[in-house]
Nanobody
Framework: QVQLVESGGGLVQAGGSLRLSCAVSGRTLGVFRMGWFRQAPGKAREFVAAITWSGGSTNYADSVKGRFTISRDNAKPLLYLQMNSLKPEDTAVYYC???????????????WGQGTQVTVSS
């Protein structure tokens, strides 16, 4: 099992920035890719960004391209999501995810964190 714990959420004004972190522990050997998802009230969970753990190849949802940056620190190990130019529509619970199967899509994950709330006020 891989354990994931998110932190860094909070309340921020529109146009502001936040950095989310995800602590990775447990059976981390073989983790191929990690990602961030979010779920707003009354909506389905949606993909935000993904990164391969070794090579650092990234994918982003169109809604966050140019504003959000996903990164990782293999040594710690930690996953980050730097969020700039935040908008009220970015308000959601943000989840960290991990997967060990390189054949799967960057939208598919087996391991999930509990989430951290991000609220953007207008």
């Amino acid at each position: 099992q891989v354990q994931l714990v998110e932190s860094g959420g909070g309340l921020v004004q529109a146009g502001g920035s936040l950095r989310l972190s995800c602590a990775v522990s447990g059976r981390t050997l073989g983790v191929f890719r990690m990602g961030w998802f979010r779920q707003a009230p009354g909506k389905a969970r949606e993909f935000v960004a993904a990164i391969t753990w070794s090579g650092g190849s990234t994918n982003y949802a169109d809604s966050v391209k140019g504003r959000f940056t996903i990164s990782r620190d293999n040594a710690k190990p930690l996953l980050y999501l730097q969020m700039n130019s935040l908008k009220p529509e970015d308000t959601a619970v943000y989840y960290c995810a991990a997967d060990k199967d390189a054949r799967r899509s960057y939208r598919q994950y087996d391991y999930w964190g509990q989430g951290t709330q991000v609220t953007v006020s207008s």
